[in-house]
């Protein structure tokens, strides 16, 4: 917020100064009395119409006091004020952003934690920002601190973790309903670090790694079961097909050795195994 000095001062030491020299020049004859009058109001019309021309630039507006009070206000470009009546005071309307230094907070499980966010926030009111607010940038600075300790200390600390972006709308829903009346508009609020303590680290490292355990113990017992089921019906299939267990039983003994020539294989007729299973079935049935 930039306000322009009052010139009126320089300029009725100008004037004094002016008379002094048209004195001089009157009594030496170089110029009259009706001239020099002449002169001196024309000076004095350029001073006030060249001297109170301003720049609004883009992003900014004009708040104009005349005397003292408001009256209106500037939209960017060439304005002119009248000097020694009026004051500007240009605002700018551009973002701002704001850092909120780490914060010493408690949550509401009773854990110390360091927290810092950034602010986000424009002036939506010029004449507001000027009027209502004398330091709107502090202003928001401090008054987002203070919203932040107590929606901080609210919450526990799981769901500070893991709800990040919910807690962040939350206090800037609490602050843009203060500093409505101030003419700012906060577009964004963003949490961004989140310090824990050194015990409290190790004891989430642990936490989490025993998670990691449990879940790869489920995922492994997960596969033996499936394969289980997969052998079950293996081995069912190959019971009810004849020859079947004997083709199996040659691959397995083929696998044992890659070196054929210290393989022995006694070979059994399959009709002596199903004589024998046929016998148990029936001693089994007596």
């Given at each position: 917020?930039?306000?322009?000095?009052?010139?009126?001062?320089?300029?009725?030491?100008?004037?004094?100064?002016?008379?002094?020299?048209?004195?001089?020049?009157?009594?030496?004859?170089?110029?009259?009395?009706?001239?020099?009058?002449?002169?001196?109001?024309?000076?004095?019309?350029?001073?006030?119409?060249?001297?109170?021309?301003?720049?609004?630039?883009?992003?900014?507006?004009?708040?104009?006091?005349?005397?003292?009070?408001?009256?209106?206000?500037?939209?960017?470009?060439?304005?002119?004020?009248?000097?020694?009546?009026?004051?500007?005071?240009?605002?700018?309307?551009?973002?701002?952003?704001?850092?909120?230094?780490?914060?010493?907070?408690?949550?509401?499980?009773?854990?110390?934690?360091?927290?810092?966010?950034?602010?986000?926030?424009?002036?939506?009111?010029?004449?507001?920002?000027?009027?209502?607010?004398?330091?709107?940038?502090?202003?928001?600075?401090?008054?987002a601190q203070a919203v932040l300790r107590d929606v901080i200390g609210g919450i526990e600390l799981d769901s500070l973790l893991s709800e990040r972006e919910r807690i962040a709308e939350e206090i800037q829903k609490v602050v843009v309903q203060a500093t409505q009346p101030w003419g700012i508009l906060v577009t964004d609020i963003?949490?961004?670090?989140?310090?824990?303590?050194?015990?409290?680290?190790?004891?989430?490292?642990?936490?989490?790694?025993?998670?990691?355990?449990?879940?790869?113990?489920?995922?492994?017992?997960?596969?033996?079961?499936?394969?289980?089921?997969?052998?079950?019906?293996?081995?069912?299939?190959?019971?009810?097909?004849?020859?079947?267990?004997?083709?199996?039983?040659?691959?397995?003994?083929?696998?044992?050795?890659?070196?054929?020539?210290?393989?022995?294989?006694?070979?059994?007729?399959?009709?002596?195994?199903?004589?024998?299973?046929?016998?148990?079935?029936?001693?089994?049935?007596?």
């Amino acid at each position: 917020m930039e306000t322009k000095s009052n010139p009126l001062g320089g300029i009725i030491g100008f004037l004094i100064l002016w008379s002094i020299l048209g004195y001089f020049f009157m009594q030496g004859g170089i110029i009259s009395g009706a001239n020099f009058a002449l002169l001196t109001i024309l000076v004095i019309f350029l001073i006030f119409l060249f001297g109170g021309l301003r720049i609004v630039n883009q992003y900014e507006r004009g708040v104009i006091l005349t005397l003292g009070k408001y009256t209106s206000t500037r939209i960017p470009g060439l304005t002119w004020i009248f000097i020694g009546i009026q004051t500007l005071i240009k605002v700018d309307m551009r973002i701002r952003t704001i850092d909120i230094p780490q914060q010493e907070v408690i949550t509401k499980d009773n854990v110390p934690v360091g927290i810092n966010a950034v602010v986000y926030f424009a002036v939506d009111s010029a004449e507001k920002a000027v009027l209502n607010i004398q330091n709107y940038t502090l202003a928001v600075s401090q008054y987002a601190q203070a919203v932040l300790r107590d929606v901080i200390g609210g919450i526990e600390l799981d769901s500070l973790l893991s709800e990040r972006e919910r807690i962040a709308e939350e206090i800037q829903k609490v602050v843009v309903q203060a500093t409505q009346p101030w003419g700012i508009l906060v577009t964004d609020i963003k949490i961004q670090d989140i310090e824990l303590p050194a015990d409290m680290k190790r004891v989430m490292a642990k936490q989490a790694e025993s998670e990691r355990e449990r879940r790869a113990i489920i995922i492994r017992a997960e596969g033996e079961y499936q394969a289980s089921e997969k052998l079950s019906e293996a081995a069912r299939i190959l019971a009810s097909t004849p020859g079947g267990i004997s083709m199996r039983t040659l691959q397995t003994i083929e696998k044992i050795n890659p070196d054929p020539s210290k393989t022995v294989i006694f070979a059994l007729p399959v009709e002596v195994l199903e004589g024998i299973k046929a016998l148990s079935e029936h001693l089994k049935n007596k």
